[in-house]
């Protein structure tokens, strides 16, 4: 069966860091383009961070570039994504979802339909 499990959402106080995972069972990360997602209350699903580890690549939201580093570990089929200063901008429910043949770039969430997870709530109290 193939899935994707979120995890590592919390409330935090703005400043403060979190590191989301995405734990991938059933396929290989590897022939995959993996996204990090996210979305607001009344707002679209947005792209926050793209990783095509096969070939090496990242893609970051402007709003996010130098405080969010997406990386994977393939030995574990997880992504990761870590959020530093955190702001109260960033509160949303976060999403990791895998396609075989999204472009990394632009990281466009309407692009991503192969596999999706169930998505972890971040909050950042101001």
């Known amino acids: 069966e193939v899935q994707l499990v979120e995890s590592g959402g919390a409330l935090v106080q703005a400043g403060g860091s979190l590191r989301l995972s995405c734990a991938a069972s059933?396929?290989?990360?590897?022939?995959?383009?993996i996204g990090w997602f996210r979305q607001a209350p009344g707002k679209e699903r947005e792209g926050v961070a793209c990783?095509?580890?096969?070939?090496?690549?990242?893609y970051y939201h402007d709003t996010v570039k130098g405080r969010f580093t997406i990386s994977s570990n393939a030995a574990k089929n997880t992504v990761y994504l870590q959020m530093n200063n955190l702001k109260p901008k960033d509160t949303a429910v976060y999403y990791c979802?895998?396609?075989?043949?999204?472009?990394?770039?632009?990281?466009?969430?309407?692009?991503?339909?192969?596999?999706w997870g169930q998505g972890t709530q971040v909050t950042v109290s101001s």
């Open positions: 979802a895998a396609d075989s043949s999204a472009p990394t770039y632009g990281c466009n969430a309407g692009l991503f339909g192969d596999y």
């Open positions: 059933g396929f290989s990360f590897d022939d995959y383009a």
């Open positions: 990783i095509s580890t096969g070939a090496g690549l990242t």
